[in-house]
């Protein structure tokens, strides 16, 4: 139990279009979602919080109308990375938790990796 | 400033011996530490969870201590095999039930 799952697993674009990344909680209902990027040898750096129905909270340092994410159902979060540029390659990793409590356990999914041209 | 810091020196120990990696950190007071394991190109596992009134977890070969004035947590794999091989992650909360990660250790564990 407990799986979430992303797609794509890979993407390449060209510099100036739009990808979107789609996150997915199969077997259970994830009122809260977060979004990761890693960048090589290095940690996971969490970009935001979304919760399902509201606007997604950001961290400092992340700009929000580049990074637009959308928690439309209890099952979907999606990211979509705007007028990408090369500096944005990186590794983008969902998890989703069943609750709001901060000792929820969280899901990971499997990541997306992200190459811009 | 706070800081989550993992040894970033990899880890390489001969199979069926004890790894210890050390998780340290400063100016947090979390409520509980994870560990995750993540292997090349994948998202990271959960494995285990330590509260900050525990001491000790144990499960199959994995402990994890935590030590809230040393402000260290220590994660033991037993008889170690060549599968654990991977990075370890560890994670705390400051609030809000959000994560925060070190930036792991990698473990090698030769035949």
């Known amino acids: 139990g407990a799986v979430v799952s992303q797609h794509p697993s890979w993407v390449i674009c060209k510099s100036g279009t739009s990808v979107k990344i789609e996150c997915r909680s199969l077997d259970f209902q994830a009122t809260t979602m977060f979004w990761y990027r890693q960048f090589p040898k290095q940690s996971l750096m969490l970009m935001a919080t979304?919760?399902?129905?509201?606007?997604?909270?950001?961290e400092q340092g992340v700009e929000k109308d580049k990074f637009l994410i959308n928690h439309a159902s209890l099952t979907l979060s999606t990211l979509t990375v705007t007028s990408a540029h090369p500096e944005d390659s990186s590794f983008y990793i969902c998890s989703a938790t069943p609750g709001t409590s901060g000792l929820d356990t969280q899901y990971f999914g499997p990541g997306t990796r992200l190459t811009v041209l | 400033s706070q800081k989550i810091e993992q040894n970033s020196e990899a880890l390489n120990i001969q199979e069926g011996k004890t790894a210890t990696l050390t998780c340290n950190y400063t100016?947090?007071?979390?409520?509980?530490l994870q560990w995750y394991r993540q292997d090349p190109g994948r998202g990271p596992v959960f494995l285990l969870l330590i509260r900050e009134n525990e001491k000790e977890k144990r499960k199959e070969r994995l402990k994890v201590t935590f030590d809230t004035t040393l402000k260290q947590s220590l994660f033991h794999i037993t008889a170690s095999q060549p599968a654990d091989s991977a990075t370890y992650l560890c994670?705390?909360?400051?609030?809000?039930?959000?994560?925060?990660f070190g930036q792991g250790t990698e473990l090698s564990v030769k035949p």
């Open positions: 979304s919760n399902e129905g509201s606007k997604a909270t950001y």
């Open positions: 100016n947090y007071s979390p409520a509980y």
């Open positions: 994670a705390l909360d400051p609030a809000g039930g959000k994560l925060i």
